[in-house]
């Protein structure tokens, strides 16, 4: 049950910004940057054969992925890895 509403505005409405700050729930925004770097470093898109979660454990965010080649006969798994939950 995890989703992220993602808000978009011009860089110099600082006001907006502020606004906007306060709304930001670590956990989440941690587990979205986790997901999306993992998809970066992939290079993965839309089309690609790639699941990813991950979730705040205590102080820790708990990443797990798995990887299909484009006929899904190879899979790569990585399953709990950890890193410190930043502030």
Do not use: H, M
């Amino acid at each position: 049950n995890q989703g992220t509403l993602v808000v978009q505005f011009k860089s110099d409405r600082s006001d907006i910004e502020q606004i906007v700050r306060r709304l930001i729930d670590q956990s989440t925004y941690a587990t979205w940057a986790a997901e999306r770097g993992c998809v970066s470093v992939l290079g993965a898109d839309c089309k690609s054969s790639v699941s990813i979660f991950a979730e705040v454990k205590g102080a820790e965010v708990v990443l797990s992925s798995r990887i299909l080649s484009i006929d899904g006969r190879e899979v790569v798994e990585g399953i709990g890895e950890r890193a410190p939950l930043e502030d």
